[in-house]
């Protein structure tokens, strides 16, 4: 079935390393990839996208990566810092999908070390 | 304005009564969705609308679930009868048509005893 899922379900860094967080997904229909950030108790927030057709995208201190070849996505947060802990979703929606409805994983939490 | 707005943030309920939930959207969205997320989960779609059209529900959304965009701006979502299994965090959110701009808001935590 159709399925975005996340290789780790945690992780711990030390800060002001790097994290590099992934996630696969089955849909090679997809168009559109979302990372959020989820702080306990709060909604979901938004911190990169990529379309499906750029293969890298570059934020403030994040980068998305796609690699529709092997379907893999992933979120590399550079100088992590102890802000950054949070579970961290990765979103698609399918190209076929007009309505926007987005297919979630079940997170990856990632916990930093001062 | 700051974003798409939830009311309540939480709410706790009896079994067997009937809640209701608003979301304000960001105002140049045409899109807004619901989703519900249990612990450890990642949100699950359950509705959005275009304007006032609610345009998709998921299997998830039984019958004592109702939404309603009345004007194309603010949206409510009923649950009638709740059950225990409705605890969760129902989260709004709205996007461009284009999809871009997708924004949830901070969710309403319901817990039914």
């Known amino acids: 079935g159709e399925s975005v899922g996340l290789h780790l379900p945690t992780l711990s860094v030390q800060e002001g390393d790097n994290s590099i967080i992934n996630c696969a997904y089955s849909?090679?229909?997809?168009?559109?990839f979302i990372w959020y950030k989820q702080e306990s108790g709060k909604g979901p927030q938004f911190i990169i996208d990529?379309?499906?057709?750029?293969d890298k995208r570059q934020g403030q201190r994040v980068t998305v990566l796609l690699n529709k070849t092997v379907k893999h996505l992933s979120l590399q947060i550079a100088a992590t810092q102890p802000g950054d802990s949070a579970v961290y979703f990765c979103?698609?929606?399918?190209?076929?999908?007009?309505?926007?409805?987005?297919?979630f994983g079940q997170g990856t939490e990632l916990s930093v070390k001062p | 304005d700051t974003g798409v707005s939830q009311d309540p943030r939480h709410k706790i309920t009896k079994r067997g009564q009937n809640v209701t939930f608003r979301c304000d959207p960001i105002?140049?969205?045409?899109?807004l969705y619901w989703y519900r997320q249990t612990l450890g989960q990642g949100p699950e779609f359950l509705t959005y609308?275009?304007?006032?059209?609610?345009?998709?529900k998921s299997r998830l959304l039984s019958d004592r679930f109702s939404a309603e965009r009345p004007k194309g701006s603010f949206s409510t979502l009923e649950i009638q009868r709740t059950e225990q299994g409705d605890s969760a965090m129902y989260l709004c959110?709205?996007?461009?048509?284009?999809?871009?701009?997708?924004?949830f808001g901070s969710g309403t935590r319901l817990t039914v005893v």
């Open positions: 609308f275009q304007n006032e059209a609610q345009l998709e």
């Open positions: 105002s140049e969205h045409n899109r």
């Open positions: 990529i379309r499906s057709n750029m």
């Open positions: 959110a709205s996007s461009r048509d284009s999809g871009y701009g997708y924004t």
């Open positions: 979103a698609e929606i399918p190209v076929y999908n007009q309505g926007g409805k987005l297919i």
């Open positions: 849909n090679s229909a997809s168009d559109y």
